[in-house]
């Protein structure tokens, strides 16, 4: 595939950003798809031992319920859109990573303005099993990735090393094992003015 890029993680792991893995009317018109086909929720989940309401709308599709945060997500079908999707990625993965095992569930973020965000954390639910790849779609507005070595950035050291990536309209980022082992990552709130953005995230949920 064409406009691969490509980051070594120091310390293990590492990152493929297909940055025109969508032309820009079909990324268009399956965002305005997906916005009205998803069950969009604000949905709460537990931090630090409190439940907090998540700073963002999710939707989800999978046949098996997938859990994170304290907060457990039943089986929803695909909509139309997401399964063409979903099988586009696929394809995708066998080609650039053979041994992973084919994606069957989607987690939707749907960012309404700067203010809605994603905290730093990582993949690595016991249903994703020990060497999850995770790939995030981006549509619409630009926003900023953010992943650091959890070592060094648990520690509140201030100069951990955080590598940032903008996700663009369109564009495919994939981790790689042992990313979510080793790595954070997370959406940063941003005050500048910002568009809607809807993130599209696809893993394999074992039972």
């Not at 079908?77 to 095992?101: D, G, M, Q, V």
């Not at 973020?109 to 020990?130: I, P, T, V």
Request: aromatic share 8%; hydrophobic share 40%; net charge positive.
């Amino acid at each position: 595939m064409k406009n691969v890029v490509k980051y070594a993680l120091h310390w293990g792991g590492g990152l493929h950003l297909f940055e025109e893995f969508l032309a820009t009317a079909e990324a268009r018109n399956l965002m305005v798809r997906l916005i009205a086909e998803l069950s969009f929720e604000q949905r709460s989940i537990r931090l630090f031992g409190k439940k907090v309401l998540q700073p963002r709308l999710i939707a989800w599709a999978g046949k098996h319920p997938y859990s994170y945060s304290g907060d457990t997500l039943e089986p929803r079908e695909f909509p139309r859109a997401a399964l063409s999707l979903l099988s586009l990625i696929n394809a995708s993965l066998k080609e650039t990573s053979p041994a992973a095992p084919p994606f069957n569930h989607m987690l939707a973020n749907l960012y309404r303005n700067g203010s809605d965000s994603m905290g730093m954390h990582s993949d690595n639910e016991r249903e994703l099993g020990a060497t999850p790849f995770i790939a995030s779609v981006s549509l619409g507005a630009t926003r900023t990735f953010s992943i650091a070595p959890k070592k060094i950035f648990r520690k509140n050291q201030p100069k951990a090393p955080v590598l940032r990536i903008p996700l663009t309209h369109g564009s495919l980022l994939l981790m790689v094992p042992p990313t979510q082992e080793n790595y954070l990552h997370g959406i940063s709130k941003t005050k500048k003015p910002v568009a809607e953005r809807l993130n599209l995230t696809f893993r394999c949920v074992q039972i």
